[in-house]
């Protein structure tokens, strides 16, 4: 009786929470930082020196590896689910509509270290892992924090386009929306706020925006919450009916750099996508965007530790996944 009691009152809500942080915490204990110590001790020097050379050849890696990283984990946890290609029998998520604009030069980079891991530990490291160490070294060299890779992830077995919608956020979201999806995966708000500081690199399309600065609300106007300056450049390079390839800097200021300048730039009404914006304009997350905005050390340090709550989400164990030989394709 007693039992029943306690169970009828604890939220719905509240039991998912607490079995989701259950889930973590077990998958979390077979991932360690030394997962491949004497099976593939180099690989993070491996891993890195690809990086060096990708970004040498296209800094625009750095911001591309990342989102597909988040992407991936997002998606049925980080498995490189992302990574699969359609088959005429089977459509990725690749090829679900939002991961459509996933950058080539982000692909790139993970496939050529797998390459490179596969040529020195055949069949030892998993594609999920590679892309989680890419990720954190790329963003190092665009002056971004670094943190420990915790390793051991096992590679899908499978990659749905139909298993993306409603776990990704897009630029049409409320704030509320966002709290939501991103609560469902075990984040806080400050932790929420922190990986939308990702923003402060890389670009978006005129798509992701265009209805700010031509169609506000179904009128004509401009969203208000827009500065009226920065409106009228992304005008400029965002005409109407443009160039579907045409895309704007996330971060107007210093979209090369991995910094706190995307807070700044918030605070001054120059966030691009409506929802990069809603995040200074709502009084919940408004407190954490000044914080992060007068802090870089303190950004860095939320940052890093949101991105290693990020890789832990959905983690497959050996009885789970497999290490994919190809990224791209499920082993034969
Ligand atoms: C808060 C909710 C978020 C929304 C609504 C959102 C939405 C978007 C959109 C619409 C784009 C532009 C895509 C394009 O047009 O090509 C984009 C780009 C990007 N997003 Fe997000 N995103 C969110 C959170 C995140 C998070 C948590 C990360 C990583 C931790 C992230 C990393 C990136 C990066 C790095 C880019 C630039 C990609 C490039 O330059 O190739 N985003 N995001
Ligand atoms: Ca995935
Ligand atoms: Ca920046």
């Not at 973590?24 to 993070?44: A, I």
């Not at 051991?152 to 919608?165: E, L, M, Q, W």
């Not at 870089?296 to 890789?311: I, P, T, W």
Request: proline residues 4%; hydrophobic residues 40%; glycine residues 6%.
């Amino acid at each position: 009786m007693l039992l029943v009691l306690h169970e009828a009152a604890q939220s719905a809500t509240g039991v998912q929470l607490q079995n989701q942080t259950q889930n973590r915490q077990q998958q979390q204990q077979f991932l360690s930082v030394d997962y491949y110590k004497r099976t593939c001790p180099d690989v993070e020097k491996i891993v890195h020196q690809v990086m060096v050379q990708k970004f040498r050849e296209a800094p625009v890696a750095a911001a591309g590896t990342l989102r597909i990283f988040f992407h991936d984990c997002m998606v049925q946890g980080c498995d490189a689910s992302v990574l699969v290609a359609s088959t005429s029998h089977n459509k990725a998520e690749k090829d679900f509509d939002i991961n459509l604009s996933l950058p080539g030069d982000g692909f790139d980079a993970v496939m050529r270290a797998k390459q490179a891991v596969e040529n020195r530990c055949p069949r030892t490291v998993s594609c999920a892992d590679i892309l989680a160490i890419a990720s954190r070294d790329l963003i190092g060299m665009i002056g971004g924090p670094f943190w420990p890779v915790k390793k051991g992830r096992k590679d899908s077995y499978t990659s749905h386009a139909a298993r993306v919608p409603g776990n990704l956020p897009s630029s049409k979201n409320t704030v509320s929306e966002l709290m939501h999806l991103f609560s469902s995966k075990g984040f806080t708000t400050e932790e929420m706020v922190a990986l939308a500081g990702a923003h402060t690199a890389g670009f978006a399309h005129c798509k992701e925006f265009n209805d700010r600065i031509y169609n506000w609300k179904n009128t004509s106007r401009i969203d208000p919450t827009m500065n009226p300056l920065y409106a009228a450049n992304l005008r400029l390079a965002c005409p109407r009916n443009v160039d579907p390839t045409i895309v704007a800097n996330l971060d107007v200021t210093t979209s090369k750099k991995f910094d706190n300048v995307y807070y700044q730039n918030l605070q001054k009404g120059l966030g691009l996508l409506s929802t990069d914006q809603a995040l200074f304009n709502d009084p919940r997350t408004k407190p954490l965007v000044n914080r992060f905005a007068a802090s870089q050390e303190r950004f860095f340090a939320a940052f890093a530790s949101a991105m290693q709550k990020l890789g832990s989400i959905g983690v497959k164990s050996a009885s789970q996944g497999n290490i994919r030989i190809n990224c791209a394709a499920f082993n034969q």
